[in-house]
Nanobody, 125 residues
Framework: QLQLVESGGGLVQPGGSLRLSCVVS????????LGWFRQAPGKEREGVSC????????NYADSVKGRFTISRDNAKNTVYLQMNLLKPEDTAIYYC??????????????????WGQGTQVTVSS
């Protein structure tokens, strides 16, 4: 069973930055990408960013392009999400995910098969 444990959420002012971390552990099933989803209050979950394990494909939702950066440290089995220029609309619970179908360019095609417990990010003055 794959385990994903997020950390790094918190309260930040608009324009600020946060870095989320996700430690991946357990017996790895077949999955081909790691990434992040989020769910804002009253809204459906949405994909934020993903990256294939090979690093050959990295994609972002249009709403975060140019502000968020996904990266991995394979030696630490950790995936990160650096979030800059945060906006109030970025407020959500952020989930680390493993995707069995890779990381296609279209966000609507991202299939998250394993989920972490989530970490709250609140952007407010």
């Amino acid at each position: 069973q794959l385990q994903l444990v997020e950390s790094g959420g918190g309260l930040v002012q608009p324009g600020g930055s946060l870095r989320l971390s996700c430690v991946v552990s357990g017996k790895p099933p077949d999955y081909y990408a790691l990434g992040w989803f989020r769910q804002a209050p009253g809204k459906e979950r949405e994909g934020v960013s993903c990256q294939t394990l090979s690093g050959g494909s990295t994609n972002y939702a249009d709403s975060v392009k140019g502000r968020f950066t996904i990266s991995r440290d394979n030696a630490k089995n950790t995936v990160y999400l650096q979030m800059n220029l945060l906006k109030p609309e970025d407020t959500a619970i952020y989930y680390c995910v493993a995707l069995g179908a890779g990381c296609p360019r279209r966000v609507s095609l991202w299939e998250a098969n394993f989920w972490g417990q989530g970490t709250q990010v609140t952007v407010s003055s």
